[in-house]
């Protein structure tokens, strides 16, 4: 059976992992008979966004805590990824992918992965 590594980047569209499309990507996941494993990078989130009024927020949230609302609290550091134990690993959308994961919302083109992120990536690559 076919393994995915899922990684979320927080919860919510402005800040954090589309819930949409974090929630239906599982969805297809499970569907297609495969099975998932959730990670987040154990950082704190770059802001916090009221969806409701679009403005920011003071406060300050963790990516994997905030990341583990969507998982329902079945989620792991990305600290703890092991490429060898999946097949595949998926980014699910959203604004959190840009500025949590990394700094691509503030650098462009110039901008920079978070060493985790990067980590993970290059990884799967070599598994």
Do not use: W
């Not at 990507?25 to 569907?31: D, F, K, T, V, Y």
């Not at 969507?70 to 060898?84: E, H, V």
């Not at 500025?99 to 993970?120: H, I």
């Amino acid at each position: 059976m076919k393994k995915f590594a899922v990684v979320l980047s927080g919860c919510g569209v402005f800040d954090g992992a589309e819930i949409h499309e974090a929630t239906l990507s599982l969805l297809a996941i499970a569907q297609a008979g495969a099975q998932y494993e959730l990670f987040a990078p154990d950082i704190v989130q770059y802001h916090v966004v009221n969806h409701l009024s679009g403005e920011l927020m003071t406060e300050t949230r963790n990516v994997l805590v905030e990341s583990a609302r969507i998982a329902r609290g079945k989620i792991r550091p990305l600290s703890n990824f092991d490429a060898s134990a999946f097949d595949a690993i998926l980014f699910p959308g959203g604004f959190g992918v840009a500025k949590n994961l990394s700094d691509l919302a503030f650098q462009g083109a110039e901008c920079k992965v978070n060493l985790e992120v990067e980590d993970a990536i290059k990884a799967m690559l070599l598994a």
